[in-house]
Protein backbone atom coordinates (compact mmCIF):
# COMPACT_ATOMS: atom_id res chain seq x y z
CA UNK A 1 0.00 0.00 0.00
CA UNK A 2 1.58 2.93 -1.38
CA UNK A 3 -0.69 5.43 1.07
CA UNK A 4 1.24 4.46 4.57
CA UNK A 5 3.30 7.17 4.37
CA UNK A 6 0.15 9.87 4.06
CA UNK A 7 -0.90 8.64 7.20
CA UNK A 8 2.20 9.35 9.23
CA UNK A 9 1.58 13.26 8.44
CA UNK A 10 -0.62 15.96 10.28
CA UNK A 11 -2.74 16.25 7.36
CA UNK A 12 -4.85 12.67 7.46
CA UNK A 13 -7.96 13.10 5.24
CA UNK A 14 -10.01 10.73 3.18
CA UNK A 15 -8.78 7.96 4.51
CA UNK A 16 -11.13 5.90 3.63
CA UNK A 17 -10.85 6.31 -0.13
CA UNK A 18 -7.06 5.00 -0.25
CA UNK A 19 -7.76 1.14 0.64
CA UNK A 20 -7.49 -0.81 -1.65
CA UNK A 21 -10.71 -2.14 -3.42
CA UNK A 22 -10.36 -5.23 -2.69
CA UNK A 23 -10.41 -4.87 1.07
CA UNK A 24 -13.54 -2.43 0.80
CA UNK A 25 -15.33 -5.09 -0.93
CA UNK A 26 -14.34 -8.21 1.11
CA UNK A 27 -15.38 -5.61 4.52
CA UNK A 28 -18.63 -5.25 3.21
CA UNK A 29 -19.16 -8.53 2.21
CA UNK A 30 -17.98 -9.49 5.87
CA UNK A 31 -20.69 -7.00 7.49
CA UNK A 32 -22.88 -8.52 5.14
CA UNK A 33 -22.20 -12.00 6.34
CA UNK A 34 -22.61 -11.16 9.87
CA UNK A 35 -26.29 -9.52 9.25
CA UNK A 36 -27.49 -12.83 7.63
CA UNK A 37 -26.22 -14.82 10.45
CA UNK A 38 -27.86 -12.10 12.90
CA UNK A 39 -30.99 -12.35 11.18
CA UNK A 40 -30.76 -16.25 11.44
CA UNK A 41 -29.91 -16.09 15.07
CA UNK A 42 -33.03 -13.68 15.68
CA UNK A 43 -35.45 -16.10 13.70
CA UNK A 44 -34.30 -19.51 15.71
CA UNK A 45 -34.81 -17.16 18.76
CA UNK A 46 -37.99 -16.33 17.87
CA UNK A 47 -38.85 -20.10 17.21
CA UNK A 48 -37.65 -21.24 20.54
CA UNK A 49 -34.91 -23.42 18.54
CA UNK A 50 -32.27 -21.44 20.14
CA UNK A 51 -31.92 -20.22 23.84
CA UNK A 52 -31.66 -16.71 25.17
CA UNK A 53 -27.58 -15.97 25.94
CA UNK A 54 -27.81 -12.94 26.92
CA UNK A 55 -29.99 -10.00 28.38
CA UNK A 56 -31.77 -8.11 26.00
CA UNK A 57 -30.32 -5.13 24.71
CA UNK A 58 -33.36 -2.94 25.16
CA UNK A 59 -36.24 -5.29 27.83
CA UNK A 60 -39.44 -4.11 26.65
CA UNK A 61 -40.64 -1.62 29.05
CA UNK A 62 -45.02 0.07 28.96
CA UNK A 63 -45.05 3.73 28.59
CA UNK A 64 -41.47 3.94 28.35
CA UNK A 65 -39.76 5.67 24.80
CA UNK A 66 -37.49 3.31 23.12
CA UNK A 67 -33.22 3.78 23.98
CA UNK A 68 -32.53 3.03 20.61
CA UNK A 69 -33.90 3.34 16.80
CA UNK A 70 -33.96 1.49 13.65
CA UNK A 71 -31.45 -1.24 13.48
CA UNK A 72 -29.29 -0.56 16.89
CA UNK A 73 -30.63 -3.02 18.60
CA UNK A 74 -30.19 -5.84 16.27
CA UNK A 75 -26.54 -4.40 15.64
CA UNK A 76 -26.09 -4.14 19.40
CA UNK A 77 -27.40 -8.02 20.07
CA UNK A 78 -26.24 -9.53 17.06
CA UNK A 79 -23.05 -7.91 15.49
CA UNK A 80 -21.51 -5.56 17.87
CA UNK A 81 -21.03 -8.18 20.92
CA UNK A 82 -19.97 -10.88 18.33
CA UNK A 83 -17.60 -8.61 16.85
CA UNK A 84 -15.33 -6.52 19.76
CA UNK A 85 -13.57 -8.01 22.87
CA UNK A 86 -16.92 -8.74 25.38
CA UNK A 87 -14.75 -10.51 27.44
CA UNK A 88 -15.07 -9.39 31.04
CA UNK A 89 -12.46 -8.82 33.96
CA UNK A 90 -10.96 -6.83 37.11
CA UNK A 91 -7.75 -5.22 36.45
CA UNK A 92 -6.02 -5.66 40.68
CA UNK A 93 -3.22 -4.13 41.42
CA UNK A 94 -1.29 -1.22 39.96
CA UNK A 95 -1.89 -0.11 36.26
CA UNK A 96 1.25 -0.07 35.38
CA UNK A 97 3.61 -1.43 32.53
CA UNK A 98 2.58 -4.87 33.65
CA UNK A 99 -0.81 -5.51 34.88
CA UNK A 100 -2.60 -8.00 36.53
CA UNK A 101 -6.15 -9.21 35.52
CA UNK A 102 -8.50 -11.55 36.93
CA UNK A 103 -10.97 -12.91 34.58
CA UNK A 104 -14.82 -12.56 34.98
CA UNK A 105 -17.16 -15.18 33.64
CA UNK A 106 -20.44 -16.59 33.64
CA UNK A 107 -22.29 -19.75 34.13
CA UNK A 108 -25.85 -18.91 32.67
CA UNK A 109 -25.20 -17.28 29.86
CA UNK A 110 -24.25 -13.75 31.29
CA UNK A 111 -27.59 -13.48 34.02
CA UNK A 112 -25.11 -13.38 36.69
CA UNK A 113 -20.99 -13.12 36.98
CA UNK A 114 -18.24 -14.55 39.17
CA UNK A 115 -14.65 -13.95 39.57
CA UNK A 116 -12.12 -16.14 39.06
CA UNK A 117 -9.78 -16.64 42.27
CA UNK A 118 -6.38 -16.64 39.72
CA UNK A 119 -4.63 -13.59 38.59
CA UNK A 120 -2.90 -13.53 35.62
CA UNK A 121 -0.08 -10.94 34.31
CA UNK A 122 0.52 -9.17 31.18
CA UNK A 123 2.31 -7.01 29.23
CA UNK A 124 -0.16 -3.64 29.30
CA UNK A 125 -0.23 -2.01 25.98
CA UNK A 126 -3.83 -0.07 27.52
CA UNK A 127 -2.89 2.32 29.29
CA UNK A 128 -2.73 6.24 28.98
CA UNK A 129 0.03 6.00 31.88
CA UNK A 130 2.77 7.80 29.15
CA UNK A 131 5.57 9.19 31.01
CA UNK A 132 5.20 5.63 34.12
CA UNK A 133 4.19 8.17 37.11
CA UNK A 134 1.40 5.66 38.18
CA UNK A 135 3.19 4.16 40.52
CA UNK A 136 2.88 3.02 44.10
CA UNK A 137 6.78 3.04 45.58
CA UNK A 138 9.20 6.56 45.60
CA UNK A 139 9.51 9.63 47.32
CA UNK A 140 6.20 11.17 45.41
CA UNK A 141 4.15 8.33 46.44
CA UNK A 142 4.94 9.35 50.47
CA UNK A 143 4.92 12.74 49.86
CA UNK A 144 0.81 12.13 48.27
CA UNK A 145 0.58 9.87 51.64
CA UNK A 146 1.43 12.68 53.96
CA UNK A 147 -1.05 14.90 51.81
CA UNK A 148 -3.67 12.82 52.83
CA UNK A 149 -3.06 12.77 56.48
CA UNK A 150 -2.99 17.14 56.53
CA UNK A 151 -5.51 17.10 53.80
CA UNK A 152 -7.80 14.23 54.13
CA UNK A 153 -8.92 11.96 51.05
CA UNK A 154 -12.16 14.33 49.64
CA UNK A 155 -12.81 17.93 49.70
CA UNK A 156 -16.83 17.54 50.11
CA UNK A 157 -17.80 20.81 48.41
CA UNK A 158 -17.73 23.18 45.38
CA UNK A 159 -14.62 25.74 44.67
CA UNK A 160 -17.75 28.39 45.23
CA UNK A 161 -18.13 27.37 49.20
CA UNK A 162 -15.02 25.90 50.87
CA UNK A 163 -13.40 23.89 48.01
CA UNK A 164 -10.83 26.48 47.14
CA UNK A 165 -7.82 24.56 48.94
CA UNK A 166 -4.49 26.48 48.88
CA UNK A 167 -2.99 23.70 46.99
CA UNK A 168 -5.49 23.51 44.30
CA UNK A 169 -4.80 27.33 44.25
CA UNK A 170 -0.78 26.50 43.94
CA UNK A 171 -1.37 23.99 41.13
CA UNK A 172 -2.76 26.31 39.03
CA UNK A 173 -0.38 29.26 39.30
CA UNK A 174 1.94 26.41 38.43
CA UNK A 175 0.44 24.85 35.84
CA UNK A 176 0.48 28.52 34.51
CA UNK A 177 3.96 28.80 34.64
CA UNK A 178 4.31 25.26 32.87
CA UNK A 179 2.76 26.23 29.63
CA UNK A 180 3.92 30.14 29.98
CA UNK A 181 0.93 31.75 29.94
CA UNK A 182 -1.03 34.04 32.42
CA UNK A 183 -3.42 31.45 34.35
CA UNK A 184 -5.16 28.69 34.53
CA UNK A 185 -8.04 26.80 36.47
CA UNK A 186 -8.35 23.31 37.43
CA UNK A 187 -11.47 20.73 37.59
CA UNK A 188 -12.11 17.68 39.33
CA UNK A 189 -13.04 15.51 36.01
CA UNK A 190 -11.50 15.93 32.42
CA UNK A 191 -14.04 14.63 30.62
CA UNK A 192 -16.72 17.40 32.40
CA UNK A 193 -13.60 19.96 31.80
CA UNK A 194 -14.81 20.03 28.44
CA UNK A 195 -18.59 19.81 28.79
CA UNK A 196 -19.21 22.56 31.74
CA UNK A 197 -17.02 24.73 29.77
CA UNK A 198 -17.41 24.81 26.17
CA UNK A 199 -21.18 26.18 26.81
CA UNK A 200 -19.85 29.23 28.48
CA UNK A 201 -17.40 30.19 25.80
CA UNK A 202 -20.30 30.43 23.07
CA UNK A 203 -23.89 31.09 23.05
CA UNK A 204 -26.45 32.34 21.04
CA UNK A 205 -25.05 34.05 17.88
CA UNK A 206 -21.67 32.33 17.92
CA UNK A 207 -20.78 29.70 15.92
CA UNK A 208 -18.07 26.28 16.89
CA UNK A 209 -16.22 24.69 14.38
CA UNK A 210 -14.96 21.09 15.21
CA UNK A 211 -12.83 18.77 13.83
CA UNK A 212 -14.98 15.37 12.67
CA UNK A 213 -12.66 13.01 14.90
CA UNK A 214 -12.91 15.13 17.83
CA UNK A 215 -13.79 13.35 21.48
CA UNK A 216 -16.84 12.73 23.14
CA UNK A 217 -16.40 15.33 25.87
CA UNK A 218 -16.14 18.08 22.86
CA UNK A 219 -18.93 16.99 20.98
CA UNK A 220 -20.91 17.03 23.97
CA UNK A 221 -19.63 20.43 25.14
CA UNK A 222 -20.56 21.40 21.70
CA UNK A 223 -24.22 20.24 21.75
CA UNK A 224 -24.73 21.68 25.40
CA UNK A 225 -24.04 24.65 23.72
CA UNK A 226 -26.66 27.35 22.52
CA UNK A 227 -24.25 28.40 19.70
CA UNK A 228 -24.45 26.63 16.32
CA UNK A 229 -22.53 24.16 15.02
CA UNK A 230 -20.18 22.80 12.17
CA UNK A 231 -17.53 20.29 11.25
CA UNK A 232 -14.30 19.98 8.87
CA UNK A 233 -12.82 17.18 7.40
CA UNK A 234 -10.33 15.57 10.41
CA UNK A 235 -7.11 17.48 10.31
CA UNK A 236 -7.79 19.23 6.87
CA UNK A 237 -6.85 22.59 7.25
CA UNK A 238 -8.07 23.40 3.71
CA UNK A 239 -11.69 22.14 4.65
CA UNK A 240 -11.48 24.54 7.92
CA UNK A 241 -11.01 27.27 5.39
CA UNK A 242 -13.80 26.44 3.35
CA UNK A 243 -16.15 26.02 6.68
CA UNK A 244 -14.61 29.66 7.76
CA UNK A 245 -15.12 31.38 4.20
CA UNK A 246 -18.63 30.23 3.85
CA UNK A 247 -19.85 31.01 7.69
CA UNK A 248 -18.31 34.50 7.55
CA UNK A 249 -19.94 34.69 4.00
CA UNK A 250 -23.09 33.51 5.24
CA UNK A 251 -23.41 34.95 8.60
CA UNK A 252 -26.22 33.60 11.18
CA UNK A 253 -28.61 31.34 10.38
CA UNK A 254 -31.93 33.54 9.37
CA UNK A 255 -30.95 36.89 10.26
CA UNK A 256 -27.53 36.97 8.14
CA UNK A 257 -26.21 39.24 10.93
CA UNK A 258 -22.28 38.35 11.79
CA UNK A 259 -21.18 35.92 14.15
CA UNK A 260 -20.54 37.35 17.55
CA UNK A 261 -17.62 34.93 18.10
CA UNK A 262 -16.28 31.90 16.41
CA UNK A 263 -14.35 28.87 18.06
CA UNK A 264 -12.41 26.56 16.70
CA UNK A 265 -11.98 23.05 18.45
CA UNK A 266 -9.35 20.96 17.71
CA UNK A 267 -7.23 18.38 19.95
CA UNK A 268 -3.70 18.21 19.58
CA UNK A 269 -3.23 14.80 19.37
CA UNK A 270 -6.02 12.27 18.34
CA UNK A 271 -6.91 9.30 20.65
CA UNK A 272 -7.99 6.96 18.17
CA UNK A 273 -6.05 8.54 15.66
CA UNK A 274 -2.69 8.86 16.85
CA UNK A 275 -2.82 11.77 14.37
CA UNK A 276 -0.84 15.57 15.66
CA UNK A 277 -2.85 18.68 14.55
CA UNK A 278 -1.25 20.95 11.99
CA UNK A 279 -1.31 23.58 14.70
CA UNK A 280 0.54 25.51 12.46
CA UNK A 281 -1.73 26.11 9.83
CA UNK A 282 -4.53 26.38 11.77
CA UNK A 283 -2.94 29.22 13.77
CA UNK A 284 -2.91 31.04 10.43
CA UNK A 285 -6.36 30.03 9.70
CA UNK A 286 -7.47 31.68 12.91
CA UNK A 287 -5.67 34.70 12.90
CA UNK A 288 -6.50 35.45 9.13
CA UNK A 289 -10.22 35.01 9.83
CA UNK A 290 -10.89 36.34 13.56
CA UNK A 291 -11.74 32.98 14.78
CA UNK A 292 -10.61 31.81 18.21
CA UNK A 293 -9.15 28.32 19.34
CA UNK A 294 -9.78 26.04 21.49
CA UNK A 295 -6.77 23.00 21.78
CA UNK A 296 -7.54 19.88 24.13
CA UNK A 297 -4.49 18.52 25.06
CA UNK A 298 -5.26 15.22 26.75
CA UNK A 299 -2.84 13.24 24.64
CA UNK A 300 -0.42 15.68 24.31
CA UNK A 301 0.39 17.44 27.62
CA UNK A 302 3.61 16.02 29.56
CA UNK A 303 3.60 13.73 26.15
CA UNK A 304 4.90 15.72 23.51
CA UNK A 305 7.99 17.82 22.78
CA UNK A 306 11.11 18.52 24.30
CA UNK A 307 9.85 20.32 27.63
CA UNK A 308 6.64 18.00 27.62
CA UNK A 309 4.86 21.12 27.10
CA UNK A 310 2.07 19.26 24.13
CA UNK A 311 2.01 20.11 20.63
CA UNK A 312 2.88 23.49 20.77
CA UNK A 313 6.18 22.52 22.14
CA UNK A 314 6.42 20.13 19.68
CA UNK A 315 6.23 22.55 16.70
CA UNK A 316 8.01 25.42 18.33
CA UNK A 317 5.22 27.58 18.94
CA UNK A 318 4.66 29.67 22.06
CA UNK A 319 1.58 28.75 23.76
CA UNK A 320 0.18 32.51 23.66
CA UNK A 321 -1.25 31.98 20.02
CA UNK A 322 -3.61 29.15 21.21
CA UNK A 323 -6.23 30.91 22.98
CA UNK A 324 -7.57 28.53 25.27
CA UNK A 325 -5.47 25.48 26.31
CA UNK A 326 -7.34 22.55 27.49
CA UNK A 327 -5.96 19.32 28.94
CA UNK A 328 -6.28 16.57 31.50
CA UNK A 329 -4.36 15.02 34.49
CA UNK A 330 -5.35 11.52 33.73
CA UNK A 331 -2.45 10.38 31.51
CA UNK A 332 0.86 11.56 31.64
CA UNK A 333 0.22 12.94 34.93
CA UNK A 334 -1.17 9.56 36.66
CA UNK A 335 -4.25 11.77 38.59
CA UNK A 336 -7.15 13.08 37.76
CA UNK A 337 -8.94 16.24 36.72
CA UNK A 338 -8.40 18.59 34.15
CA UNK A 339 -7.35 22.43 33.63
CA UNK A 340 -8.21 25.09 30.90
CA UNK A 341 -5.29 27.90 30.76
CA UNK A 342 -5.31 31.30 28.61
CA UNK A 343 -4.69 34.90 29.59
CA UNK A 344 -6.20 36.02 32.75
CA UNK A 345 -9.25 37.47 31.73
CA UNK A 346 -10.87 34.56 29.95
CA UNK A 347 -10.00 32.90 32.81
CA UNK A 348 -11.54 34.99 35.39
CA UNK A 349 -14.67 34.92 33.51
CA UNK A 350 -14.56 30.92 33.73
CA UNK A 351 -14.28 31.47 37.18
CA UNK A 352 -17.41 33.37 37.42
CA UNK A 353 -19.34 31.40 35.00
CA UNK A 354 -18.12 27.92 34.70
CA UNK A 355 -20.99 25.25 35.81
CA UNK A 356 -18.27 22.91 37.23
CA UNK A 357 -17.43 25.71 39.67
CA UNK A 358 -20.69 26.10 41.46
CA UNK A 359 -21.71 22.88 41.35
CA UNK A 360 -19.08 20.42 40.76
CA UNK A 361 -16.79 18.96 43.67
CA UNK A 362 -13.51 20.45 43.78
CA UNK A 363 -10.38 18.46 43.00
CA UNK A 364 -8.81 16.50 46.06
CA UNK A 365 -5.49 17.89 47.69
CA UNK A 366 -3.93 14.37 47.18
CA UNK A 367 -4.32 14.51 43.44
CA UNK A 368 -3.30 18.25 43.29
CA UNK A 369 -0.24 16.98 44.77
CA UNK A 370 0.53 13.83 42.51
CA UNK A 371 -0.11 16.80 39.63
CA UNK A 372 2.79 19.47 41.01
CA UNK A 373 5.24 16.74 41.68
CA UNK A 374 5.09 15.39 38.40
CA UNK A 375 4.88 19.35 37.17
CA UNK A 376 8.08 20.07 39.53
CA UNK A 377 9.71 16.94 37.77
CA UNK A 378 9.43 18.16 34.63
CA UNK A 379 9.96 21.87 34.89
CA UNK A 380 13.30 20.92 36.47
CA UNK A 381 16.45 22.25 34.24
CA UNK A 382 19.17 19.91 32.57
CA UNK A 383 19.11 17.18 30.53
CA UNK A 384 19.58 14.29 32.68
CA UNK A 385 16.77 15.32 35.08
CA UNK A 386 13.91 12.52 35.90
CA UNK A 387 11.63 14.21 33.57
CA UNK A 388 13.28 14.67 30.99
CA UNK A 389 14.68 11.11 30.85
CA UNK A 390 10.91 9.86 31.23
CA UNK A 391 9.87 12.19 27.83
CA UNK A 392 12.85 10.87 26.11
CA UNK A 393 12.63 7.34 26.86
CA UNK A 394 8.63 7.83 25.94
CA UNK A 395 9.87 9.53 22.27
CA UNK A 396 12.63 6.94 21.83
CA UNK A 397 9.75 3.51 22.57
CA UNK A 398 6.92 4.93 20.36
CA UNK A 399 9.33 5.36 17.24
CA UNK A 400 10.85 1.92 17.93
CA UNK A 401 7.42 0.13 17.95
CA UNK A 402 5.84 2.10 15.26
CA UNK A 403 9.13 1.25 13.15
CA UNK A 404 9.18 -2.46 13.67
CA UNK A 405 5.31 -2.55 13.39
CA UNK A 406 5.72 -0.89 9.85
CA UNK A 407 8.36 -2.81 8.82
CA UNK A 408 6.63 -6.38 9.33
CA UNK A 409 3.79 -4.93 6.99
CA UNK A 410 0.94 -3.60 9.10
CA UNK A 411 -1.15 -0.25 8.29
CA UNK A 412 -0.74 2.11 10.67
CA UNK A 413 -2.10 5.54 11.16
CA UNK A 414 -0.96 8.35 13.12
CA UNK A 415 2.19 10.93 13.56
CA UNK A 416 5.49 9.21 14.31
CA UNK A 417 6.26 10.94 17.02
CA UNK A 418 2.40 10.43 18.99
CA UNK A 419 2.62 7.73 21.98
CA UNK A 420 -0.73 6.15 20.52
CA UNK A 421 -0.43 3.93 17.60
CA UNK A 422 -3.21 2.21 15.74
CA UNK A 423 -2.99 -0.61 13.92
CA UNK A 424 -5.57 -1.15 11.24
CA UNK A 425 -7.48 -4.50 11.12
CA UNK A 426 -10.29 -3.99 8.61
CA UNK A 427 -12.20 -6.94 9.20
CA UNK A 428 -14.99 -7.35 11.87
CA UNK A 429 -13.73 -10.85 12.51
CA UNK A 430 -10.68 -10.34 13.80
CA UNK A 431 -11.28 -7.50 16.09
CA UNK A 432 -12.23 -9.72 18.96
CA UNK A 433 -10.10 -12.53 17.77
CA UNK A 434 -6.75 -10.41 17.76
CA UNK A 435 -7.60 -9.82 21.87
CA UNK A 436 -8.25 -12.95 22.73
CA UNK A 437 -5.16 -14.14 21.13
CA UNK A 438 -2.93 -11.48 22.44
CA UNK A 439 -4.42 -12.23 26.07
CA UNK A 440 -3.45 -15.82 25.34
CA UNK A 441 -0.04 -14.73 24.44
CA UNK A 442 0.60 -12.19 27.54
CA UNK A 443 -0.74 -9.11 25.90
CA UNK A 444 -3.48 -6.72 26.86
CA UNK A 445 -4.80 -4.77 24.32
CA UNK A 446 -7.48 -2.82 23.17
CA UNK A 447 -9.34 -3.43 20.09
CA UNK A 448 -11.81 -0.77 18.97
CA UNK A 449 -14.88 -1.23 15.98
CA UNK A 450 -17.81 0.46 14.80
CA UNK A 451 -19.92 2.74 15.67
CA UNK A 452 -16.64 3.93 17.90
CA UNK A 453 -15.07 3.71 14.51
CA UNK A 454 -16.14 3.93 10.54
CA UNK A 455 -16.86 0.29 8.78
CA UNK A 456 -13.53 0.08 7.27
CA UNK A 457 -11.43 1.09 9.88
CA UNK A 458 -11.62 -1.22 13.03
CA UNK A 459 -8.49 -1.06 14.58
CA UNK A 460 -5.79 -2.19 17.95
CA UNK A 461 -4.75 0.67 19.53
CA UNK A 462 -1.25 0.46 21.59
CA UNK A 463 -0.58 3.02 24.18
CA UNK A 464 3.20 3.03 24.93
CA UNK A 465 4.18 4.29 28.18
CA UNK A 466 7.94 5.52 29.51
CA UNK A 467 7.87 2.72 31.42
CA UNK A 468 7.90 -0.12 29.15
CA UNK A 469 11.34 -1.94 28.76
CA UNK A 470 13.07 -3.16 25.81
CA UNK A 471 12.13 -6.64 26.21
CA UNK A 472 7.99 -5.51 26.72
CA UNK A 473 8.31 -3.94 23.58
CA UNK A 474 9.77 -7.00 21.64
CA UNK A 475 7.99 -9.41 23.52
CA UNK A 476 4.93 -7.36 22.61
CA UNK A 477 5.85 -7.08 18.81
CA UNK A 478 6.44 -10.73 18.87
CA UNK A 479 3.28 -11.66 19.79
CA UNK A 480 1.62 -9.03 17.32
CA UNK A 481 3.86 -10.65 14.41
CA UNK A 482 2.52 -13.90 15.13
CA UNK A 483 -0.91 -12.78 15.04
CA UNK A 484 -0.57 -10.94 12.40
CA UNK A 485 0.65 -13.54 10.30
CA UNK A 486 -2.20 -16.14 11.80
CA UNK A 487 -5.00 -13.54 10.87
CA UNK A 488 -3.42 -12.41 7.89
CA UNK A 489 -2.57 -9.22 9.06
CA UNK A 490 0.01 -7.82 6.56
CA UNK A 491 -1.60 -5.68 4.35
CA UNK A 492 1.12 -2.91 2.99
CA UNK A 493 3.24 -3.71 0.46
CA UNK A 494 5.95 -1.84 2.56
CA UNK A 495 7.36 -4.94 4.33
CA UNK A 496 10.71 -4.86 4.85
CA UNK A 497 11.02 -7.64 7.58
CA UNK A 498 11.38 -11.22 6.24
CA UNK A 499 9.14 -13.50 8.18
CA UNK A 500 12.33 -15.70 9.28
CA UNK A 501 14.31 -13.13 10.75
CA UNK A 502 14.44 -12.33 14.50
CA UNK A 503 12.75 -8.75 15.81
CA UNK A 504 16.02 -8.70 17.83
CA UNK A 505 18.10 -9.00 14.84
CA UNK A 506 17.17 -6.81 12.39
CA UNK A 507 16.49 -4.23 14.93
CA UNK A 508 18.90 -2.24 17.07
CA UNK A 509 17.58 -0.56 19.80
CA UNK A 510 18.93 2.65 19.64
CA UNK A 511 17.90 6.74 18.68
Known amino acids: MDSMADLHGTKSTGRCNRIPLKIKVLCYISYAILGVFGLLRKFLLLIGVEKKYRLDVEPKREGFVPLYRGLEPFFK ?9 ASAYLVVGLPGPK ?15 RILDST ?9 NYLGFS ?29 TLDIVHDLEKMMAKFLGVEDSIVFGMGFATNTMNIPVFGGEGCLLISDELNHASLILGCKLSESSKKIFKHNDTEDLERVLVESLADGQPETHEPWRKIIILIEAIYSMEGSIVNLPEIIRLKKKYKAYLYMDEAHSIGALGRSGRGVCDHFGIKTTEVDLLMGTFTKSFAAAGGYVAGNKKLIDYLRANSHSFPYA ?5 PIAQQIILVLKSLM ?5 TEGKKRLTELAKNSRYFRKRLEQMGFILYGHESSPIVPLILFYPGKIKEFAVLARKLGVAVVVVGPPITSKLESRVRFCIS ?14 VDYIGDKLSLKYSQNSKLKKTDSIRKVFHFSH
Open 380 to 384: EEGLE
Open 135 to 163: ENTGSRVEAVCDCISAYGSAVGTTRHEYG
Open 99 to 113: IEIRDRISDDHNQSF
Open 120 to 128: AQYINMGSY
Open 466 to 479: ASHSKEMLDETLEV
Open 77 to 85: KYAYQRICD
Open 361 to 365: SSMAA
